[in-house]
């Protein structure tokens, strides 16, 4: 079974500019969540999609956004970006069981995010 | 909201030798999830091992082991015969019954020949 797969894997930007990051989830798998990771900052989350709605936020400006389609395939994309947005961008998928389910977030291997 | 704290930034174990690394958690919820995960310099996190806060029996992956305290909070993790492998970033994870993870800051592991 292929594993979660982000595109692209690096990305420079200048800021000011917008960007969008795609994400398909293993085959089964119909929530999807993203994560900013920076150094000594460990992971934020951003918000997660489960059947095409977000059902999760995080605390992050409204110029982050996402969606998901009908595959379960996710984007995220952000606008106006700042300095500060330059980070590695996760993506997870799980196999949702409900709320009393163990099922683990399985990750890709991130979008590495350059803001100059 | 639930927090997790993982308080050792920095680790290191010789080759061969146990090193544990400590992970806490506040959350007013009786039912959860905790795992570990791994993300070596290759960027991709991956899990270690997880478990369920109603059982009492801890967790145990081959080398890897933990100690669950749930009246503690505390959910640490034990690796045995550290292999160089193993060097990693080390992410303590926590599932509530929303379905939301919450991660700590990391444990960076280096591994001694």
């Known amino acids: 079974k292929a594993g979660v797969t982000q595109t692209p894997r690096y990305l420079i930007k200048t800021r000011g500019q917008q960007v969008t990051l795609s994400c398909s989830p293993i085959?089964?798998?119909?929530?999807v969540s993203w994560y900013q990771q920076t150094p000594g900052q460990g992971l934020q989350f951003l918000f997660e999609?489960?059947?095409?709605?977000?059902?999760n936020k995080g605390n992050f400006p409204g110029r982050f956004s996402g969606r998901q389609f009908s595959n379960s395939r996710s984007e995220m994309n952000v606008s106006t970006l700042e300095l500060g947005d330059s980070a590695l961008y996760l993506c997870?998928?799980?196999?949702?069981?409900?709320?009393?389910?163990?099922?683990?977030?399985?990750f890709g291997n991130g979008t590495r995010l350059t803001v100059t | 909201a639930q927090t997790v704290t993982q308080s050792q930034p920095e680790m290191s174990v010789q080759e061969a030798e146990t090193v544990t690394l400590s992970c806490t958690y506040d959350?007013?919820?009786?039912?959860?999830?905790l795992f570990w995960y791994k993300q070596p310099p290759s960027r991709q996190m991956i899990l270690v091992i997880r478990?369920?806060?109603?059982?009492?029996q801890n967790a145990t992956e081959n080398r890897f082991s933990v100690n669950f305290q749930k009246a503690a909070k505390s959910f640490s993790l034990k690796i045995s015969d550290s292999q160089l492998g193993d060097a990693a970033m080390y992410f303590c994870?926590?599932?509530?019954?929303?379905?939301?993870?919450?991660f700590g800051t990391g444990t960076s592991l280096t591994v001694i020949p």
């Open positions: 085959s089964g798998h119909r929530s």
């Open positions: 999609y489960f059947s095409e709605t977000q059902r």
């Open positions: 478990q369920e806060a109603y059982k009492q």
């Open positions: 959350t007013s919820e009786s039912d959860y999830y």
């Open positions: 997870a998928s799980s196999l949702d069981q409900g709320s009393r389910g163990n099922s683990p977030l399985h």
């Open positions: 994870a926590y599932k509530s019954l929303g379905n939301q993870f919450y």
